[in-house]
């Protein structure tokens, strides 16, 4: 009957092996799999109808090219929105509600950006996205929310045709209806629901619509701004009349990403203009 230092002894042998079993499993485990995870981080972003967008998704850079697989799947779309492997794009197994729509820079790929283009965005590219993401150190794969609607700055105008001093905010394209909202710098938290009259226009394509909203009995050396909101942008318009000149500043900003959009072509400066007209307003 085995006893006291050799039951000790046996038993230690037993753990031993038991521990270095294991670490052999797990060794031969890590290399079976090869590969490890890699980090993929994509960000939320809105299309605009009619224009092209961008689904942004960044990975640990890789310098073997040839060895990365960037694939870009939608949630209830059988096959693939585009994939992109051994330095060029693979679309045998592209679904045909991308085709030709999509396209990777291929000359970001190398430094991490596995962004996807998306020509004339449409309704019907909103969902869920997945960028998944193969190189040579390991795998990965990141979500993203796509919206889609139409979402425009507004321009903002003195309405000469009106009865009393008014201003008028237009913004060409808007999906879903947004609110309109008028406020001033000299009343700050007055409501102009009562001294405004906002109507919205189908466009030819029935899907996006011209917003239009005039704003009655404005004074002058006031600032005042039409804000334009919806679930995906929020655009915002300020108007100012003087003795001398009319300025003006827009602004656009996505709401579902967080981040400040400026529409690139609009200034968040002043941008002093005359009109011959303005002393209309008095
Ligand atoms: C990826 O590259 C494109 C084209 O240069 C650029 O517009 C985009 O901002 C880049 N995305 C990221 C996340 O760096
Ligand atoms: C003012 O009225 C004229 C003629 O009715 C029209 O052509 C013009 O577009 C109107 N301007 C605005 C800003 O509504
Ligand atoms: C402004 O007043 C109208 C009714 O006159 C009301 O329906 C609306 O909710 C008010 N808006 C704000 C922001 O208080
Ligand atoms: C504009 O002001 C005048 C006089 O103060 C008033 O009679 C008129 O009803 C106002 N118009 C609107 C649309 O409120
Ligand atoms: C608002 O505008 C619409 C169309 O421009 C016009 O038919 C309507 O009479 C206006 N309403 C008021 C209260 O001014
Ligand atoms: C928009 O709707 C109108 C009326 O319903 C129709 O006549 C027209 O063809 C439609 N246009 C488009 C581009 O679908
Ligand atoms: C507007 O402001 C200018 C300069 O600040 C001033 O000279 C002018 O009298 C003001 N006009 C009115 C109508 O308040």
């Known amino acids: 009957k085995p ?3 050799g ?3 046996w038993g230690s042998i037993i753990n031993i092996i038991i521990i270095l079993a294991g670490a052999i499993a797990f060794i031969i485990g890590f290399g079976i799999s090869g590969k490890h995870s890699i980090t993929v981080t994509t960000s939320t972003s809105a299309g605009n109808i009619g224009e092209d967008g961008t689904l942004s998704c960044t990975f640990e850079p890789d310098i073997k090219l040839n060895g990365i697989v960037i694939q870009w799947l939608k949630d209830g779309v059988m096959g693939l929105v585009h994939e992109f492997k051994g330095g060029r794009d693979e679309l045998s197994d592209q679904h045909e509600m991308f085709r030709g729509r999509t396209a990777v820079f291929a000359d970001q790929v190398i430094v991490g950006n596995a962004s996807l283009r998306l020509k004339n965005v449409r309704l019907t590219d909103a969902g869920t996205y997945k960028c998944h993401i193969s190189t040579s150190k390991g795998k990965g794969h990141a979500s993203l ?3 889609t609607g139409a979402f425009s700055v507004p321009e903002m105008n003195v309405d000469y045709n009106a009865s009393s001093e008014s201003l008028r905010c237009e913004a060409p394209r808007w999906f879903p209806q947004p609110t309109v909202a008028w406020a001033s ?4 938290g007055a409501n ?3 001294v405004s009259n906002t109507s919205f226009e ?3 394509e029935n899907v996006t619509m011209k917003v ?3 704003l009655y009995n404005v004074t002058i050396n006031n600032t005042y701004s039409c804000m334009i909101e919806n679930n995906i942008a929020k655009a915002t318009g300020d108007i100012k009349v003087t003795d001398s000149e009319i300025k003006r500043r827009s602004q656009l900003q996505l709401l579902s990403s967080g981040v400040s959009l400026c529409a690139s072509s609009f200034a968040l400066s002043w941008v002093p203009m005359s009109l011959s007209t303005y002393l209309m307003l008095r």
């Open 3 to 5: 006893s006291g230092p």
């Open 7 to 9: 039951l000790f002894f």
């Open 145 to 147: 929310e796509y919206k």
């Open 185 to 188: 710098q000299i009343d700050q």
């Open 192 to 194: 102009f629901s009562e």
């Open 202 to 204: 189908l466009n030819s």
């Open 212 to 214: 239009v909203s005039v």
